[in-house]
């Protein structure tokens, strides 16, 4: 999206609403007095073709008839009617529109809304919404829109989907401190989309903090672009996270891969931070548009209560920032600030007796020692001081330290004085908290914004060369049979095409096939049974392992064709499979899904019951790093089992991280084929001994 369009459209110089009205109470009469109540500069034209004068301005009976250009339109009018208010609002050449009706594609008015954009795209315009509030700015002091007043000033912006929303949040603002520069209501998103959102906010000189609640993306692989390339904060709340996947749970990975998880990773792939809920979009939001990244992970906690003092070192071991002790000499020069009965050790406790100038020395030197990366400062309101001083002691601190580039949280637990330090705080550029897990928790999104930094700025490509082709050529023959699901030995040609380690497997037709290839590959072997109509091989009978010699291969062949008729009878059967028996590993489990927002999505996870009944897996969108898959490995909670617990030798990790990448460069590549994919078991030997895929599965899309 063109950024000058977004300019116009979000920061207009002119702006006109049309159905402005005068009737208070309706949403045209709303935006106009908005507009002008809230003080935006520059010229406001109100279109209606029955008035002549509103709120003191001139009334255009149409918007053609506007002297000069026009920036922005507001429009307001009913549904019926905005297909041609676009159309004259694009002759008379204005740039962005901002659609406040509702009735659209969220009311199954999709063709209604596609006219518009259709229209809107053929004038060079573009348009935020339909269906929303409308847009607030408070350096441009611009409410356009019928939320009663611009938030409380500050450095973030909102993107939200849910208009109701927006107005709660704007309200919210002032009574919990957090402020924003802009509140921008997206709608349907039928043209502009939160991707081009971010990028404008990135460039918005206002904006040090891009704040989204996101109920659904339109093109994930957009957002997640839009992630990697911005130079600010964004951190994301995402709702309805129970419903979706559900849909398409025909395999394993699918009915795994929910919202929540597919979400997380892409938020986590481009650089997003999450929050957790509302309360904690809000309390990330301020730390992440005051302060600075945590470039390390030592945080040092100052304290005058052991209380607050414990529930901090709880809060920074739960949110990833666990304490260590301070380094000996800090701890020495730190107990010159404090009591004999202080501790200098982290948390730095320096009892209920400090007042300002304890916690002003204790800050200021510990700021600015090498070793501490992040700072949490916490206060618990006492009779003997003063909450007032205590916060201009730490403001004070930290200007005369001259150190910047450290984040500082507060928190200060007590009644009004504590509550009205801690504003002072805030105004000052210190996130401040009610309590002292929330100011742990903010400290922790500033280290996780770091942390993704770093990440992000990892290419993905392919630890192995692939030979596509060979991959769609097997595919092609697949489709020209009418077939949309692989066989296993057609599924491990694809996935060997990519580089990933197969067990060797060879098509017999008949017994005495059967007998060759099992003498070639060599005994001990494991039969099983090939047909494309029986997905779960066990299920029927259709596998055995272990086979030592040729009378075996004899009754296998015999017993396996036998199993597959009993289980369904009318399954069309190519022969039997004879493969090289791996030895036995660690089983864990790769799949895909193709989600409906981020497209081609992969899934690992431990096999067996760690899968079954834990659910224990782990996901990103295709494709990942060697770093990333890397990180996978260590993201599931058997992470312990691959890495070697009690006496077991680690598994090799190398392999499986290559197995990863490669595999997401796979399901990528042929995403225009391949709907879901696995491989279950793949079987993982010690370091250096690498690891084999023995069954693989894929489904082709519907075409
Ligand atoms: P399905 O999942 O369709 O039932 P599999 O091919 O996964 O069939 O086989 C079932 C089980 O048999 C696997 O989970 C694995 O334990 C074992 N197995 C299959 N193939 C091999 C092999 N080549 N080497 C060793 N074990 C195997
Ligand atoms: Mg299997």
């Known amino acids: 999206m063109d950024n000058v369009l977004l300019n116009a459209l979000l920061r207009p110089e002119t702006i006109a609403v049309?159905?402005?009205?005068?009737?208070?109470?309706?949403?045209?009469?709303?935006?106009?007095?908005?507009?002008?109540?809230?003080?935006?500069?520059?010229?406001?034209?109100?279109?209606?073709?029955?008035?002549?004068?509103?709120l003191g301005l001139k009334v255009f009976p149409n918007i053609i008839e506007v002297p000069g250009k026009i920036d922005a339109a507001v429009i307001t009018v009913p549904a019926r009617l905005v297909p041609q208010v676009v159309e004259e609002c694009g002759k008379k050449k204005v740039k962005g529109l901002i659609i406040i009706t509702s009735g659209f594609a969220e009311s199954g008015r999709r063709d209604l809304e596609e006219q518009i954009v259709e229209t809107a795209h053929h004038y060079g315009m573009c348009i935020l919404g339909p269906n929303i509030v409308g847009t607030l700015s408070n350096s441009d002091k611009l409410n356009a829109s019928f939320a009663p007043f611009l938030?409380?000033?500050?450095?973030?912006?909102?993107?939200?989907?849910?208009?109701?929303?927006?107005?709660?949040i704007d309200a919210a603002t002032y009574t919990r401190n957090v402020g924003f520069d802009k509140l921008i209501s997206i709608g349907n998103m039928a043209d502009v989309n939160i991707a081009d959102l971010v990028i404008w906010l990135d460039e918005d000189p206002n904006t040090t903090c891009i704040s989204l609640y996101i109920e659904g993306l339109k093109d994930g692989r957009q957002f997640i672009d839009a992630g990697l390339k911005a130079h600010k904060p964004i951190i994301a709340l995402k709702s309805g996270v129970s419903a979706h996947g559900a849909a398409a749970a025909a395999s394993h990975t699918g009915s795994l891969a929910g919202a929540a998880k597919?979400?997380?990773?892409?938020?986590?792939?481009?650089?997003?931070?999450?929050?957790?809920?509302?309360?904690?979009?809000?309390d990330r939001t301020l730390a992440l548009s005051l302060q600075p990244p945590m470039k390390g992970d030592n945080l040092i906690i100052i304290t005058n209560g052991g209380g607050v003092g414990v529930l901090a070192t709880d809060a920074a071991e739960k949110y990833g920032l666990p304490l260590k002790f301070a380094p000996e000499d800090v701890q020495t020069e730190l107990k010159k600030y404090m009591p004999e009965f202080g501790s200098a050790k982290n948390p730095i406790d320096l009892t209920g007796q400090a007042g300002n100038e304890w916690y002003y020395d204790a800050v200021r030197y510990a700021i600015a020692q090498p070793w501490v990366d992040?700072?949490?400062?916490?206060?618990?309101?006492?009779?003997?001081?003063?909450?007032?001083?205590?916060?201009?002691?730490?403001?004070?601190?930290?200007?005369?330290?001259?150190?910047?580039?450290?984040?500082?949280?507060?928190?200060f637990v007590g009644g009004e004085k504590s509550a009205s330090a801690m504003t002072y705080?805030?105004?000052?550029?210190?996130?401040?908290?009610?309590?002292?897990?929330?100011?742990?928790?903010?400290?922790?999104?500033?280290?996780?914004?770091?942390?993704?930094?770093?990440?992000?700025?990892?290419?993905?490509?392919?630890?192995?060369?692939?030979?596509?082709?060979?991959?769609?050529?097997?595919?092609?023959?697949?489709?020209e049979e009418g077939r949309n699901t692989l066989t296993e030995i057609e599924?491990?040609?694809?996935?060997?095409?990519?580089?990933?380690?197969?067990?060797?497997?060879?098509?017999?037709?008949?017994?005495?096939?059967?007998?060759?290839?099992?003498?070639?590959?060599?005994?001990p072997v494991v039969m099983k049974i090939v047909s494309p109509d029986i997905l779960h091989k066990s299920d029927a009978g259709g596998v055995k392992v272990n086979i030592k010699d040729e009378a075996s291969v004899h009754d296998?062949?015999?017993?396996?064709?036998?199993?597959?008729?009993?289980?369904?009878?009318?399954?069309?059967?190519?022969?039997?499979?004879?493969?090289?028996?791996?030895?036995?590993?660690?089983?864990?489990?790769?799949?895909?899904?193709?989600?409906?927002?981020?497209?081609?999505t992969m899934m690992f996870g431990l096999g067996g019951i760690f899968v079954e009944v834990l659910k224990d897996v782990t996901f990103r969108v295709a494709p990942v790093s060697k770093g990333q898959a890397m990180r996978m490995l260590g993201e599931i909670r058997g992470a312990p089992i691959l890495a070697g617990v009690r006496g077991e030798s680690p598994r090799d990790r190398e392999a499986m991280g290559n197995l990863l990448c490669n595999y997401s460069h796979m399901i990528l590549e042929l995403g225009d084929e391949?709907?879901?994919?696995?491989?279950?078991?793949?079987?993982?030997?010690?370091?250096?001994?690498?690891?084999?895929?023995?069954?693989?599965?894929?489904?082709?899309?519907?075409?």
Request: hydrophobic residues 45%; contains cysteine; aromatic residues 6%.
């Open 18 to 54: 049309v159905g402005a009205s005068s009737v208070p109470g309706k949403i045209g009469y709303t935006v106009l007095d908005n507009l002008i109540k809230c003080g935006y500069q520059g010229k406001i034209y109100p279109i209606n073709p029955t008035a002549t004068e509103i």
């Open 151 to 168: 938030p409380l000033n500050g450095k973030a912006s909102l993107v939200t989907q849910s208009g109701a929303l927006l107005i709660a």
């Open 262 to 282: 597919v979400y997380g990773a892409a938020f986590q792939q481009a650089g997003v931070i999450q929050a957790s809920d509302l309360s904690n979009l809000f």
């Open 374 to 411: 992040g700072m949490v400062v916490l206060y618990c309101e006492t009779a003997m001081t003063n909450p007032t001083e205590i916060a201009h002691g730490i403001k004070k601190a930290l200007n005369d330290s001259g150190i910047t580039g450290k984040p500082v949280t507060v928190s």
């Open 425 to 479: 705080l805030i105004k000052e550029g210190i996130p401040a908290y009610a309590a002292p897990d929330v100011a742990v928790n903010a400290m922790a999104a500033l280290r996780e914004y770091d942390n993704l930094r770093h990440m992000v700025s990892e290419a993905a490509t392919p630890c192995a060369p692939s030979d596509q082709a060979a991959a769609r050529a097997v595919i092609r023959r697949v489709r």
């Open 491 to 523: 599924a491990k040609q694809v996935f060997s095409a990519y580089g990933l380690p197969i067990t060797k497997t060879l098509l017999a037709r008949t017994e005495a096939e059967a007998v060759k290839l099992a003498q070639k590959i060599g005994f």
């Open 556 to 600: 296998a062949f015999r017993s396996i064709l036998a199993n597959a008729r009993n289980y369904k009878a009318e399954a069309s059967i190519h022969g039997i499979a004879i493969q090289e028996m791996a030895p036995w590993g660690t089983e864990v489990i790769l799949g895909s899904v193709n989600d409906p927002t981020f497209g081609p």
């Open 674 to 703: 391949i709907a879901e994919s696995d491989a279950n078991p793949v079987l993982v030997y010690e370091e250096g001994k690498g690891l084999k895929v023995v069954d693989a599965r894929i489904i082709l899309k519907k075409k």
